[in-house]
């Protein structure tokens, strides 16, 4: 066996996750709850015996992968081309509050288009940097073994889309992920 195995997994839940305020890369960390899906994930991820562990440098997503780390006993590299996407002044709102404030363009991003919500990076962009940033560490896991990638949901879904070959307007059809789920 010579292919290699990619988790993407995304972070435990945050008070902001629970509230629906919108974290881009505002670094929020780990409720309560989220670092018991945290801990709870990674007893499973643990049986996929992963050889590397890479995370966003968000405290979120680098705590969710420290879980794991602690289990399976290795290092968490960071990485800050696997953050969330930068969404400029929609970050700390609500979903309420960014359709009060710029509902139009929050429509256009909800139905998939490319545009750059609240000003911040456009989904290609998220995408562009998250591929590049999984095809390098990969590269570095041995044939056969298992790179675990700690992340959040917008690049999960971004990112996943460009490595699976899919255009732009089908990344839709990959739904979310929810609190410390993940993709093989």
């Not at 509230?19 to 309560?32: A, E, H, K, N, W």
């Not at 998220?126 to 056969?144: I, Q």
């Not at 879904?157 to 993940?182: D, Q």
């Amino acid at each position: 066996m010579s292919a290699r195995r990619v988790v993407l997994w995304r972070h435990g839940r945050t008070a902001w996750n629970a509230g629906s305020r919108f974290q881009g890369t505002t670094d929020v960390p780990l409720d309560d709850l989220g670092v018991a899906q945290a801990e709870r994930a990674a007893r499973d991820l643990s049986t996929l015996v992963p050889n590397a562990i890479v995370s966003s440098d968000l405290e979120r997503a680098r705590a969710t992968a420290q879980a794991l780390a602690d289990i399976v006993g290795l290092p968490v590299t960071t990485d800050p081309a696997l953050r969330e996407t930068f969404a400029g002044t929609w970050q700390g709102l609500t979903r309420d509050e960014i359709i009060a404030a710029d509902g139009a363009l929050f429509a256009e991003w909800t139905a998939g288009h490319d545009v750059r919500p609240g000003g911040g990076e456009s989904r290609t962009e998220v995408a562009a940097r998250v591929a590049a940033a999984v095809r390098r560490h990969v590269a570095a896991v041995p044939p056969g073994g298992t790179l675990v990638v700690a992340t959040h949901g917008g690049a999960v879904r971004s990112g996943l889309g460009v490595l699976l070959g899919l255009p732009v307007e089908h990344w839709t059809v990959l739904g979310g992920l929810v609190n410390c789920a993940w993709s093989v």
